[in-house]
């Protein structure tokens, strides 16, 4: 499921670099979904991204991440592996960006692309299965998943409050808060699951 969802998007993203106008048609506009009413954009700017650098990072966690999450929802929900997979995909395209969408709905200047809250979402839910396998801090520092999370959400909400850059902080947070909470709506067991991983830190 994981190489379809990269094929997918890496397809519309490379036409949209070939014509330029695909971008101004499907990328999220709060403003225009939210007083045209092109409730399209709420899905379909996940499949766009700003440049190749963007898409290829974006494609590589997803792939790293995306993988493994796929064997943890084999092992809990079986046959429901894939569908479940899609929803939790689906869903952090969608969760991720309605914050933006209220905060921005009157600045017909915002607009974003790419799939960064849809990801977070994977690498949260990835990290709840296993929360003390490591993960490499900037590729290069191996830490605790828990510990990358915390100062990921730490990060993501400090960063959205400042609004210096162009970098869609406000989705990767709720992403990744989607990703933590979506095994436990499937299964609240889990949770057990998870915090006894953490007694064992």
């Known amino acids: 499921m994981t190489l379809i969802i990269i094929t997918i998007t890496s397809l519309f993203s490379l036409s949209a670099f070939l014509k330029k106008e695909l971008i101004y048609k499907y990328n999220f506009n709060a403003y225009q979904i939210y007083h045209r009413k092109q409730w399209y954009r709420i899905f379909s700017?996940?499949?766009?991204?700003?440049?190749?650098m963007h898409l290829?990072?974006?494609?590589?966690v997803l792939y790293?991440?995306?993988?493994?999450?796929?064997?943890y929802f084999h092992y809990y929900f079986g046959a429901n592996k894939n569908l479940y997979f899609i929803c939790l995909y689906v869903?952090?395209?969608i969760i991720s960006i309605?914050?933006?969408?209220?905060k921005n709905r009157d600045n017909y200047n915002y607009n974003a692309v790419g799939a960064s809250g849809a990801v977070s979402a994977v690498v949260f839910a990835t990290i709840f299965f296993d929360p003390l396998n490591k993960v490499w801090f900037f590729a290069i520092i191996p830490i605790p998943g828990i510990i990358f999370a915390l100062l990921y959400l730490a990060y993501s909400y400090y960063m959205s409050k400042k609004n210096v850059d162009d970098i869609g902080h406000d989705a990767h947070f709720w992403g990744a808060v989607f990703?933590?909470?979506?095994?436990?709506?499937?299964?609240?067991?889990?949770?057990?699951?998870?915090?006894?991983?953490?007694?064992?830190?």
């Open 179 to 201: 990703g933590l909470i979506f095994p436990i709506i499937l299964k609240p067991e889990l949770f057990q699951v998870f915090i006894s991983h953490l007694l064992n830190f």
């Open 98 to 102: 309605i914050y933006s969408l209220i």
């Open 91 to 93: 869903g952090g395209i």
């Open 56 to 60: 290829i990072i974006n494609m590589i």
């Open 45 to 52: 700017y996940a499949f766009l991204h700003a440049n190749y």
């Open 64 to 71: 790293s991440f995306g993988t493994a999450l796929e064997h």
